[in-house]
């Protein structure tokens, strides 16, 4: 059986397709680069506590003029795109303002769904107003896969809407559990995986059977690293070789200064690169 270690060798080779592999990290080229931002919380209300839902718009306009500057490939949202209103009407403005906002990146963009997205509307009201795919979903770009998991579902597998869901439950079904391994056996190279709700730790902010997903990941071989949200913080572990990233929240504090976004570059020896602007950690996995 192949393992990790010599799969992610073996197609790093192959789509570098040269034998410069060797070359100083600093002279190292990017298979791909990838801009990363989550839980901005965009809501026309007064803040609460640390959280300031109206300022969602400045610190997304200065995200999105510093990618359009850097030039990643693609840019994904790790969920939280807005906070929760009292109506749907309401909701539905606060997220075509985002999506007016957002759409002002010169490259592909897409969506994780986190728990405030989908908490007075439904999924499919999500997607009509974003360029989302509404779910899960799967693609390739410079050689690697991402795949955007979906854990808004409760233990019982309906989907969350409508205020019908304690976030605590959340959790990934069977029907993409079976998609997931599917698409890990079609990867032919690395794979990042990204989420809204934890995949590393079975507490409050975890996927509920995140278990069960890390035994997946881990069993393909070909997952470098996940990325993901929720719990507002940077935070960082490894299990068994794979990278699990938090990304600090973008609705916390005040002022630009209290801003957090991320340019993850994939480098061809599996190695990453995450430059972190403002609160965003900056790190160096291997």
């Known amino acids: 059986m192949t393992t990790r270690r010599a799969f992610l060798q ?20 990017a298979l791909i680069k990838v801009g990363l931002m989550t839980d ?39 969920g939280d795109f807005i906070d929760q209103a009292d109506s749907v009407e309401k909701e539905i403005e606060w997220l075509k303002t985002m999506e007016s906002h957002f759409a002002k990146l010169s490259m592909p963009r897409h969506y994780v769904l986190g728990n405030h997205c989908v908490g007075t509307l439904t999924k499919q009201e999500f997607v009509a107003n974003t360029k989302a795919s509404g779910g899960h979903e799967s693609f390739e770009a410079g050689g690697v896969t991402f795949l955007i998991l979906d854990a808004c579902f409760r233990s019982d ?14 959790n990934i079904p ?59 913080k940077n935070d960082y572990q490894q299990i068994a070789g794979i990278h699990y990233t938090t990304l600090v929240a973008m609705v916390e504090g ?25 609160k965003q950690v900056e790190r160096r996995l291997t």
């Open 254 to 278: 005040t002022g630009v200064e209290n801003n957090g976004y991320t340019l993850l570059e994939i480098m061809p020896d599996s190695s990453l690169r995450l430059q972190g602007f403002r």
């Open 157 to 170: 597998g309906t989907p969350y809407s409508r205020k019908n869901f304690d976030w605590k439950d959340s």
């Open 10 to 29: 073996n197609s790093t080779l192959c789509l570098a397709g040269f034998s410069g592999l060797q070359a100083a990290d600093s002279e190292a080229k």
């Open 40 to 78: 901005l919380h965009y809501a026309d209300k007064p803040p609460t506590k640390t959280r300031f839902y109206r300022e969602a718009l400045a610190k997304l306009d200065e995200a999105v003029e510093v990618m359009n500057r850097k030039k990643p490939a693609l840019v994904i949202e790790l």
């Open 174 to 232: 069977a029907s993409q559990l079976f998609w997931l391994k599917s698409e890990l056996n079609k990867a032919s190279g690395p794979v990042i995986v990204l989420a809204h709700q934890r995949l590393d730790a079975d507490k409050a902010h975890a996927v509920q059977n995140a278990s069960a997903i890390r035994s997946l990941l881990e069993a393909s071989g070909k997952v470098l690293a996940v990325f993901q949200g929720h719990s507002h």
